[in-house]
């Protein structure tokens, strides 16, 4: 019986070890990798542009970045990211200005969603920043707000048992043997596969929460403009969605507030041809999203040159 205790303490002592050992490997396999946008903006250092772009997928499906460099001269690159909140969008910044990236002009996507119920906290995209909470700031940012990514930073092995639906076993493979595909171009745009359309014509949005501009909007706009940086706010294409008046109203309310103007969108393209689903473009909507066929004043492209 006295062994027991002995075989247990040597057992579990075994366990941290492999624990440890896998993280390790883990992180550093998962930090090679260039299958999410964290892992591609962490290679990013040193580069230097005329514009990007931030937002969620709204601003992230369709819309070419190489188009606008071809049709403006300038050099665009797109940091936004499926689901990205305020939140998110404010690390991302951090990060790209921490590694020494520099834009003149950010365009970043402000509509009634982000303004609403896409305001607070963070979405499941976060946990694209799993394999590098030993970098300092990014760790020191999220622990800032929820005291668990202590425990998923020092825990061996806990980070990749939680999220393993993200950064599991399949993955594991998959990144080790190159297979994976990348999901956007060098200049972060991402295409969608097809014109097909999703949704229905019955669409709307009600928010639960009141309009409002947000501590992390707030302090994202702060930023740019500490470190020399045009903010540029924008909506994008939807269609037909429903919302209250006050809903649509409150974007443009909200940023004259800030001082600033918003170049709104909403409205812009509204056909069913244009898009994916309600709320997303597909390949024809973005493009004409990106660069119009005339002037180019009502499109990404007039707004960031």
């Known amino acids: 019986m006295r062994k027991f205790p002995t075989n247990i303490g040597i057992a579990l002592g075994i366990l941290l070890c492999v624990a440890w050992i ?3 490997r883990l992180t550093h396999l998962f930090r090679g990798g260039r299958t999410v946008k964290a892992q591609w903006q962490d290679k990013m250092h040193g580069e230097h542009f005329d514009v990007a772009i931030i937002g969620s997928s709204r601003a992230l499906w369709n819309i070419d970045m190489n188009a606008i460099n071809a049709r403006c001269g300038l050099h665009a690159i797109s940091l936004a990211n499926n689901h990205f909140r305020p939140a998110e969008m404010l690390l991302a910044l951090k990060i790209f200005l921490r590694n020494g990236n520099t834009t003149k002009r950010l365009l970043i996507q402000v509509d009634s969603s982000v303004l609403t119920d896409e305001q607070e906290g963070f979405s499941s995209t976060l946990y694209d920043f799993v394999p590098f909470l030993e970098d300092t700031l990014i760790y020191d940012y999220l622990y800032q707000r929820d005291a668990e990514w202590s425990w ?3 825990v061996p092995f806990w980070r990749y048992a939680k999220y393993n639906f993200k950064w599991g ?3 594991t493979l998959r990144t080790a043997l190159g297979s994976r595909s990348d999901p956007f171009d060098s200049t972060g745009s991402y295409f969608s596969p097809n014109d ?3 949704c229905s014509y019955n669409y ?3 928010p639960k ?6 501590e992390d909007l707030k302090a994202l706009i702060t ?3 500490s470190n020399g940086i045009e903010p540029v706010v924008f909506s994008s294409p939807n269609f037909m969605v429903a919302s209250p ?3 649509r109203a409150a974007p443009h309310r909200l940023l004259a507030a800030e001082g600033l103007v918003l170049y709104d969108f909403s409205d812009s393209l509204n056909a069913e041809a244009n898009f994916n689903d309600n709320r997303h473009l597909n390949r024809t909507g973005g493009a004409l999203h990106t660069v119009a066929d005339r002037s180019g004043d009502l499109s990404i492209a007039g707004v960031a040159n």
Do not use: K, M, N
């Not at 929460?209 to 947000?214: D, L, S, T």
């Open 196 to 198: 097909r359309f999703y």
């Open 223 to 225: 930023l740019c403009r």
């Open 245 to 247: 008046e006050a809903v």
């Open 22 to 24: 896998a993280d390790d």
């Open 209 to 214: 929460i009141a309009p409002h501009f947000g």
């Open 204 to 206: 709307s949005f009600e």
């Open 152 to 154: 998923l930073r020092h």
């Open 169 to 171: 076993l399949e993955q």
